[in-house]
């Protein structure tokens, strides 16, 4: 598969716009190391490899230890990640696959014993984010960039 077309280059307006969500988190309380399990996990859900290969890259500059990294899509079994971690990883996962029940009460309740209300907002814009970046990956064909190892 070849790209598509780029949108950066197209409508650069319209793509500085969804990328000025990104730039409002990386200023927000949001802890980066939450920042990037919900964009590595929003990127596996759909399906964007260009999206995971950066965001894991990042976080590993961020100091993500890669066997976490490796586990993610597995994280309900891995052991790896902390009850904030796990509440975080469940309300991607919810809003991302949005059309089968959303952001269940259950979930919500469990964020609310971890994070207060603003912090939770932030969490939400942060995946509803990552699915918009995601979806123009994915429809556009964003292609990973081969690293020399």
Not at 56 to 70: C, I, P
Not at 92 to 114: N, R
């Amino acid at each position: 598969m070849s790209q598509r077309l780029n949108m950066k280059k197209l409508i650069p307006e319209g793509y500085k716009t969804l990328l000025g969500m990104d730039t409002y988190l990386s200023n927000s309380p949001l802890k980066a190391a939450h920042k990037d399990l919900i964009d590595i996990r929003t990127a596996q859900i759909n399906g964007c490899a260009y999206c995971m290969d950066m965001h894991s890259r990042h976080a590993l500059q961020n100091g993500e230890n890669v066997q976490r990294l490796f586990s993610l899509s597995g994280w309900r079994e891995a052991g790896l990640f902390t009850e904030q971690e796990k509440v975080i990883l469940l309300m991607t996962e919810e809003i991302t696959l949005i059309h089968q029940h959303g952001l269940s009460e259950e979930t919500y309740q469990q964020a609310l014993l971890h994070f207060d209300e603003t912090y939770i907002s932030h969490l939400i814009l942060a995946i509803i984010s990552m699915n918009a970046l995601t979806r123009i990956g994915v429809s556009t064909r964003m292609e990973v960039p081969l690293v020399n190892s």
